[in-house]
């Protein structure tokens, strides 16, 4: 059941305060999530704070609020690669500031309607965008977003004026200054913003790399700002 306001209009969930004013998540997959917390606080270091934690990694059900209690509200942690609407409750009962799923599944993206919350499901296609859009997603996330490449949200926009988009799969760090101009309300990176930082790479590396895509989004979104 949809979740609407005294007028019967959809109830769209909102981005966080920190995804509007950083406009990137940091995706992270590790052999465990034990491993997160110097990787996060690198990425800190540099701006991203808006960390999507993936189920696909081992230990991240006790490792989120042990990771929430150690950095407050200075991150915002989401739970990611969740593909049944139980695993979406039970990171919201958590304290999960948003759930990301790969997929367009309805169950998940009604239960985080109906509690308010943050949700991003993915899809490629159109009737999977407008679908995951329609049922109230906060955004949709275009997946993998490499194999349509940033011009697909100007498409998108034609017959879907109001749809708000996340990029992830294979955004690479000199992509994202495109896929902003598009209008994408932020960008999603894995691997290219990671890089080697869970194989032992020097975590100074990370924070420059961090630092660089949020410089990049900035001056994109002034640039973008300063022509309206």
Not at 205 to 212: E, G, K
Not at 221 to 227: F, K, M, R, T
């Amino acid at each position: 059941m949809q979740r609407l306001d005294d007028q019967g209009t959809l109830r769209r969930p909102a981005p966080s305060a920190i995804l509007t004013a950083t406009r990137v998540v940091a995706v992270l997959r590790a052999a465990h999530a034990s491993e997160n917390a110097p990787i996060i606080e690198a990425l800190q270091l540099g701006g991203v704070l808006s960390i999507e934690l993936t189920l696909s990694t081992p230990g991240v059900w006790d490792e989120l609020p042990r990771l929430q209690a150690r950095f407050g509200d200075s991150v915002e942690f989401g739970v990611g690669t969740v593909t049944a609407a139980a695993d979406a409750e039970t990171a919201l009962d958590l304290g999960a500031a948003y759930i990301v799923t790969p997929i367009t599944d309805p169950d998940i993206i009604n239960l985080c309607v109906r509690r308010g919350a943050a949700v991003y499901p993915g899809g490629l296609t159109p009737t999977e965008l407008h679908t995951g859009w329609k049922l109230g997603a906060t955004a949709v996330k275009v997946f993998p977003a490499s194999t349509v490449g940033a011009g697909y949200v100007s498409q998108l926009r034609g017959p879907f004026p109001d749809i708000q988009v996340i990029p992830s799969g294979g955004v690479g760090i000199n992509d994202v200054p495109a896929w902003i101009r598009a209008g994408a309300l932020a960008v999603s990176l894995g691997g290219p913003l990671l890089g080697d930082a869970f194989k032992g790479g020097d975590l100074q590396d990370l924070t420059a790399r961090a630092r660089l895509v949020r410089e990049l989004v900035d001056r994109t979104s002034d640039e973008l700002g300063g022509s309206q």
